[in-house]
């Protein structure tokens, strides 16, 4: 339940952003997100905070679109 948890918290603390990825696990001690437009981490670790969880490192990596996500990617 803390994984289904902290997923809802993140949600909920940046409403209106779209997630491509947002898994939490328990046994790895990580939660993993993919959004279009980077968070603000400060808002990210008062959420975590607030359900009584610590934040540890925050990584943030561009990710380009590869071969795959330009062949399928929606067009008009």
């Known amino acids: 339940m803390c994984e289904a948890h902290m997923v809802e918290t993140i949600r909920d603390a940046f409403p209106g952003t779209h997630f ?3 898994h ?3 046994r790895k001690n990580i939660v993993e997100m993919v959004t ?4 603000d981490e400060r ?4 959420a975590i905070y607030a359900t ?3 934040a540890g490192t925050y990584t ?3 990710v380009k679109p590869g071969f795959w ?3 399928f990617r929606k067009r008009n």
């Open 20 to 22: 491509q990825l947002l």
């Open 52 to 54: 009584g969880y610590k």
């Open 43 to 46: 808002v990210l670790r008062t």
């Open 60 to 62: 943030v990596t561009e």
């Open 69 to 71: 996500a330009r062949l």
């Open 36 to 39: 279009e437009a980077p968070l």
């Open 24 to 26: 939490a696990s328990h």
